[in-house]
């Protein structure tokens, strides 16, 4: 059984991902397939958004929270950023040096 510490660091998201997907049988999914599978976690966030907004839904699909779909978008994500050895922080950190220096109007 898999644990994360309390008040985790991006690092240990990121680790605890690779640990779920070998445990659950996920880490020989490819790019592709975890980029897709993304895409569809996306859209569950959009469908959560527009159940709480009460706009109108299938009331045959299954009914999911935001909070819990923002947590499998993240989960993709990691596993993104894990299969093209990418540290996250430091990738978040680095646009955001370049975030800072542009000028929105």
Known sequence: MLFLKDKPT????????????????????TNLEKCLMLG????????AIRKKQ???????????????ELADVLIFICSIANKNKIDLEKAFR???????????V
């Open 10 to 29: 991006l690092k240990d998201i990121q680790k605890y991902v690779t640990d779920l997907e070998k445990e659950r049988g996920f880490s020989d999914q």
């Open 40 to 47: 569809e976690e996306v859209g569950e966030v959009f469908k």
């Open 54 to 68: 009460n706009i109108k839904v299938d009331n045959n699909s299954k009914e999911h929270t935001v909070d819990e």
């Open 94 to 104: 680095d646009k955001e040096e370049i975030n800072k220096k542009r000028k929105w």
